[in-house]
């Protein structure tokens, strides 16, 4: 069950991505982006799920466990990519090329600190 919805998301935003040109989602104000994380349990999962889709300006969010990747929908006029790797690495978790936050990452559990998956 867990890996269907996981390919409805998937397909979703890829479906936002394909489309944001072609359809003017782009001119409608939004983007998207994928970012690479280091989460690797379900604890990290939440805490995205739990955190990401209430960023300024984020319309949108799906999490990926397989890949670490977070799927973020936003309002442009409202925040930038480094806005919202930024914000994620205030989370304790590495955003593409920003590390996370030292004293956020400290306060993680111990499984989610590994860097590899479990």
Not at 37 to 45: D, E, F, I, L, R
Not at 88 to 94: M, P, Q, R
Request: charged residues 25%; positive net charge.
């Amino acid at each position: 069950m867990k890996k269907a919805s996981f390919i409805l998301a998937f397909c979703i935003v890829s479906l936002f991505a394909a489309q944001a040109q072609s359809c003017g989602l782009h001119e409608m104000g939004i983007d998207t982006i994928t970012i690479q994380t280091n989460g690797v349990c379900k604890q990290c999962a939440d805490r995205f799920m739990s955190n990401v889709p209430y960023f300024k300006g984020v319309t949108d969010c799906q999490y990926d466990m397989q890949t670490s990747k977070l799927f973020i929908a936003y309002k442009w006029k409202k925040t930038n990519p480094d806005k919202l790797r930024k914000q994620i690495s205030k989370l304790g978790h590495s955003a593409d090329n920003v590390p996370a936050d030292p004293k956020a990452r400290a306060k993680l559990p111990a499984c989610c600190r590994m860097e590899e998956r479990h």
